[in-house]
């Protein structure tokens, strides 16, 4: 787990002041790697790399950038979990460390290209390869570790942060489209990014750098083959040997190895896991956060029995809005741009909890997308399923529950209610693109307080519906329709937030469900073993219930990590606020109208997103638009030095 950085002159050009333009890099990315930092050049100066380390595998001789005796070098970012396995397979390949990082260069050189299919694991990596004389990279199948990149006349520059990457841009500007997949989602759906000219080498990708090119391809697809062959034993039988297996895998370390446990169903899962299989005989260590603002807002109880359970020592934070005060600038920093809601701000405290006692964690983010725990699904199938009672079409492949069956599970939509009201409001009973869109469509909320006319002709849902009814899933399921288009455009986020809130402490996170054997088996069971009866996540909480107490088995309320945003806003943070919107740049925004955006910052319901969206897009502007000029200085300085 580190930070990556490199530049590459696509023409073989020599590139000026290279190692110090490295280093620069170094400098800004010093929090993702205490442990180290190195840089390379290739004796032609057309190519560099730069590498910050937190040493987790092989903490005395696995420094990057690393060659070998063939010529290449590798810049890598990441855990390879089989590098044991991949190790005895290349047999007489002459090791001279016992790190990972050289396990994906003996691979490269067996298999080529072909090495990122026998990596079982989270990596973002580039390798030069001295003999074919060009650059290789690849990023990790689910996008756990991030790829970063822009081009600069023939420069090519890679980092494993978006901010690394501005001092050589022409200048910093904001990506209009971007922007609107923003707005209507909160996060972006493709490969750009908030910044004009940065894009993200996508998940389960590969590239080639070399002669004048960056040819970009996919190496991995998850495909939703449906097996309607198996009983639900099966399925249970294999999903538990699976699960076990991938929690065995992400404890692989060369230090302690510590959990979040969230009260949630998917950390306390591997949380529990990771505990019976530590035979190291320390107690495992979990930690949590809460906001002391009641039941709503504090799920540590559902910690507390997990912990107990589990025979964990659990470390609590209990998380104010002083902290909010104190840290949401840093968040917004570390984060490179606003991303996937409010819960960056509990996680970077949850996060720095940790590291003051381990370099590793273990996290349950996935479980969600890949087994259809968000609540929305069963907001979504409600409607279809009293379409389908109308229609007389309940027996068709769209419905996986009868109407009937899913009542008892509708007390979930409790704290829904205003989403349940916007949703109905309009739309009912359209095609199921449609209505997801609708769904999770939040930009209704933002009439007065954009300029939409500002934004141009662009529509979001036209690259979600490429998404949502993608080849790769059957047209029959709206359930496998929903979770895919979260598992390709809201897990990315989500992987952005993990990475940047535990990388600004140097905290490696690890997310075992995130385990390609374990994702591709999930994905061929058909939705009524996943969805059954309107349960969420029924396989997973009634395959691995000996995991979890049964407080939490029995949860009916779980929100993910509601902050309290809203109900600060009205009372304690409501001038910090209103400062932020006051500044005289946040008066002057080209694409937002700030009158109104003050005029509606007291209004939001309780679990509302609009303050968290604006609030952060302007805080991310005040970051590196207004202080532009100062990513601009720093590489001058390194030039005028060098």
Request: net charge negative.
């Amino acid at each position: 787990m580190c930070g990556i950085a490199g530049i590459v002159n696509l023409r073989a050009g020599e590139i000026p002041a290279l190692t110090a333009s490295l280093e620069l890099m170094n400098t800004i990315q010093a929090h993702r790697g205490p442990d180290g930092h190195r840089t390379w050049a290739h004796s032609a100066r057309h190519t560099g790399f730069a590498h910050r380390r937190l040493s987790i595998i092989d903490i005395e001789s696995g420094a990057q950038p690393m060659t070998n005796e063939a010529g290449n070098t590798i810049c890598y970012n990441g855990e390879i979990y089989n590098y044991l396995e991949i190790k005895k397979e290349l047999g007489s390949y002459a090791f001279k460390t016992s790190s990972d990082t050289e396990v994906i260069l003996a691979a490269y050189e067996r298999w080529g290209e072909d090495c990122v299919n026998h990596l079982r694991g989270m990596f973002a990596f580039a390798i030069w390869d001295e003999k074919k004389g060009h650059v290789f990279c690849a990023r990790d199948r689910f996008g756990i570790k991030p790829f970063y990149y822009c081009q600069a006349g023939d420069n090519f520059y890679f980092a494993s942060e978006a901010k690394t990457l501005l001092p050589f841009l022409p200048e910093i500007k904001t990506n209009k489209n971007a922007l609107k997949e923003y707005l209507f989602f909160q996060l972006c759906i493709g490969d750009s990014t908030l910044f004009e000219g940065v894009r993200e080498l996508p998940p389960a990708h590969k590239a080639i750098l070399k002669g004048g090119q960056v040819k970009i391809a996919r190496y991995w697809e998850v495909y939703y083959h449906l097996d309607f062959d198996h009983t639900p034993k099966y399925f249970s039988e294999k999903l538990h040997e699976l699960i076990y297996d991938s929690v065995k895998m992400h404890t692989r370390s060369d230090v302690p190895v510590g959990s979040y446990v969230s009260g949630g169903i998917d950390s306390g899962i591997i949380a529990s896991i990771a505990s019976k299989l530590d035979h190291s005989g320390e107690q495992q260590m979990g930690f949590t956060g809460k906001f002391s603002l009641g039941e709503l807002y504090d799920e540590s109880a559902y910690a507390r029995k997990l912990a107990e359970k589990a025979n964990m020592q659990l470390f609590e934070v209990d998380i104010t809005s002083n902290d909010f005060i104190d840290s949401i600038r840093k968040v917004i920093y570390h984060l490179d741009y606003p991303v996937a809601g409010p819960g960056s701000f509990p996680q970077f405290h949850v996060s720095k909890l940790a590291a003051k006692q381990r370099k590793v964690v273990l996290g349950g983010q996935g479980g969600d997308e890949i087994f259809g725990g968000y609540t929305r699904y069963l907001i979504a199938y409600f409607e279809q399923c009293i379409k389908g009672a109308i229609d007389n079409t309940l027996t068709g492949g769209n419905f996986v529950v009868t109407y009937e069956s899913i009542i008892p599970n509708l007390v979930s939509l409790k704290n829904y209610k205003p989403l349940l009201k916007e949703f109905f409001r309009e739309g009912l009973f359209e095609a199921i693109d449609q209505r997801y869109f609708r769904l999770i469509n939040r930009a209704p909320d933002m009439k007065g307080e954009i300029r939409w006319e500002e934004l141009g002709d662009y529509s979001p849902f036209e690259t979600f519906a490429g998404i949502f009814n993608g080849d790769n899933v059957g047209k029959e399921s709206y359930f496998d329709k929903m979770t895919h288009f979260d598992f390709k455009t809201l897990l990315p986020a989500l992987l952005q937030v993990e990475d940047r809130m535990s990388m600004a402490h140097g905290l490696e996170s690890r997310v075992p469900f995130l385990d390609h054997p374990l994702v591709e088996f999930a994905a061929t069971m058909p939705a009524d073993i996943k969805f059954k009866d309107g349960t969420l996540k029924k396989i997973l909480t009634s395959t691995m219930k000996e995991e979890l107490p049964q407080e939490i088995l029995d949860r009916k309320d779980k929100m993910g990590f509601p902050v309290p945003l809203n109900d600060w806003m009205k009372k304690e943070l409501k001038p910090f606020i209103f400062d932020i919107f006051a500044s005289q740049n946040a008066k002057h925004r080209p694409y937002f109208n700030n009158a109104e955006i003050m005029k509606g910052l007291e209004v939001e319901n309780q679990f509302g997103r609009k303050i968290w969206g604006l609030l952060s897009l302007e805080l991310w502007q005040q970051e590196f638009h207004d202080q532009s000029a100062k990513y601009k200085k720093l590489l001058n300085q390194t030039l005028l030095t060098n």
